[in-house]
């Protein structure tokens, strides 16, 4: 079965930092790694999606690798900014075609 | 393009009664899925579809019951509502076969009281 994992669960920094956000899985046969942002009483908007073939995709200021062999994957946010402020899902989809949840982290970004 | 709708935002249940959440999607995505957000639980499993005709149970599915008869809609019913079922949930929908980038709808708050 299928595990994910997100740590620390929350983290607060100032306006400007480079971040090292972490996602493992405990089943490499994954179909892909998708990274989502959630802002609170909202739904779930999706920032990156790395096929397992793939070892990284960029959007912007966002940059997210994938380990398949270690069952890691990071999400680096470049030159934080208090808009960055939410909480960060990964999810591991495998073969059964079901998506997988951390439990997410919750950034806050300090002006 | 609205992508995916679920209806209502809110709603407050006594104990006992039914409802059904509404989802629709305007994408033609095969794969659709409804999944609970709890505290401390994270986003859980409950139902999900592969096309239309076709459902299956996810981590969660006691107490619901899912039906895909066309390929925009995915409607979650709930038979007899329960306290353990206040949560949020969000329908989400995601084409080809579910190996693809997945949408969420905004959710509904449900509180069962």
């Known amino acids: 079965k299928q595990e994910v994992t997100q740590i620390p669960a929350a983290l607060s920094v100032p306006e400007g930092e480079n971040l090292v956000l972490n996602c493992s899985f405990t089943?490499?046969?994954?179909?892909?790694l998708q990274w989502f942002r959630q802002d609170p009483g909202k739904g779930l908007t999706s920032l990156l999606l790395i096929q397992s073939s793939q070892r990284e995709q960029t959007s912007g200021r966002l940059n997210a690798s994938l380990d398949k062999s270690s069952g890691r994957s990071t999400l680096y946010i470049a030159a934080s900014q208090p808009g960055d402020s939410a909480t960060y899902l990964c999810a591991a989809q495998g073969g059964s075609e079901k998506l997988v949840f951390g439990k997410g982290m919750k950034l806050t970004v300090n002006p | 393009n609205a992508g995916v709708t679920q209806t209502p935002k809110f709603q407050v249940l006594k104990t006992g009664q039914s409802m059904t959440l509404q989802c629709a999607q305007d994408m033609n995505h095969e794969y659709m899925s409804w999944y609970r957000q709890d505290p401390g639980m994270g986003l859980r499993l409950i139902h999900y579809?592969?096309?239309?005709?076709?459902?299956d149970q996810g981590e969660v599915p006691n107490g619901y019951n899912v039906s895909r008869s066309t390929t925009e809609d995915f409607p979650l019913r709930l038979l007899s509502a329960a306290p353990s079922q206040t949560s949020v949930y969000f329908c989400?929908?995601?084409?080809?076969?579910?190996?693809?980038?997945?949408?969420f709808g905004q959710g509904t708050r449900l509180t069962v009281v």
């Open positions: 989400a929908s995601s084409s080809p076969r579910g190996k693809a980038e997945a949408f």
């Open positions: 579809s592969v096309g239309a005709g076709i459902t």
């Open positions: 089943d490499s046969a994954i179909y892909n």
